[in-house]
């Protein structure tokens, strides 16, 4: 679960897009949007309404020191967050 105190930084779907370019063989020769989860991110942005907002966030120092620390994007719909998408844990 994300809490909103994890939101760092108001995002948009090119900025979002352009950041989570991956290069691999096994998914063509173009880069794709968040790789082998891209089927994630389209799911994600079939979801966006009118005023829905994409944040990146990233959980607290203390939960990478304990190895349960999360990153990636989520979409806020006025005061929730929808849903969201890992792109970094350990």
Do not use: A
Not at 63 to 73: A, K, P, S
Request: aromatic share 8%; with cysteine; charged share 35%.
């Amino acid at each position: 679960m994300i809490k909103k105190e994890w939101l760092k930084k108001r995002t948009t779907i090119e900025e979002c897009e352009t950041k989570n370019l991956v290069e691999d063989k096994r998914l063509g020769t173009t880069p794709v949007p968040f790789g082998f989860i891209n089927h994630l991110w389209l799911n994600l942005k079939r979801k966006i309404q009118e005023g829905d907002e994409l944040w990146e966030y990233c959980s607290p120092p203390e939960t990478w020191e304990n190895l349960c620390g999360r990153e990636g994007v989520c979409l806020v719909r006025g005061e929730e967050i929808i849903d969201r998408i890992i792109t970094k844990m350990n």
